[in-house]
């Protein structure tokens, strides 16, 4: 895998900030091919120091805890043999209160499994993690979920390019 960018030269991190990235794992395609936008996975950084953690939902990004939510280094989520591109971006329509507020919900969603279902059903993958913790803060909150109708999928899922679409972003960095 060739190597990342080097992190200590991106901008200063806050609680509540999003980390995007595109995998290379077909699974990663799928998101991407499925939702469009240039991203195929999603955390909030829950904490800064003395490193930066993030938290996010996912199938594999450690064999030894499948299928959950995980809380990552900054250095582990966006290792290049995860992340071929990454983002960040800061949601400027939240407060700090509410960033550390939501960044409390997605900690103590930390070790629940992840769930991949359409929003009819009870779900918790990297999006609607994130989701519902900002909305627990923002009740206006309302990212454009995406209707699919195919052999895996009937109903709406929440894709990274919701969160890359939101009014109200600032980009920090990208890769």
């Known amino acids: 895998m060739p190597s990342g960018p080097d992190l200590s030269q991106l901008p200063a991190l806050q609680t509540g900030d999003w980390l995007f990235r595109l995998g290379h794992s077909a699974d990663s395609r799928l998101v991407q091919q499925m939702g469009g936008g240039d991203y ?6 829950v904490a800064t120091e003395p490193r930066v953690l993030v938290v996010h939902a996912t199938t594999d990004d450690d064999p030894q805890r499948l299928n959950q939510v995980l809380i990552s280094t900054l250095e582990d989520f966006l290792q290049p043999a995860l992340a071929r591109h990454f983002a960040i971006a800061r949601p400027e329509f939240l407060n700090p209160h509410q960033k550390q507020a939501a960044a409390q919900v997605v900690v103590d969603a930390v070790g629940a499994p992840f769930v991949l279902e359409v929003r009819s059903q009870p779900h918790r993958y990297c999006t609607t993690l994130l989701a519902e913790a900002i909305k627990s803060q923002d009740p206006d909150f309302e990212p454009v979920w995406t209707r699919l109708d195919n052999p895996f999928y009937r109903g709406d899922l929440l894709f990274p390019r919701a969160f890359a679409d939101y009014p109200g ?3 920090l960095y990208r890769f």
């Open 169 to 171: 972003i600032a980009w």
């Open 40 to 45: 195929s996975h999603i955390g909030m950084v």
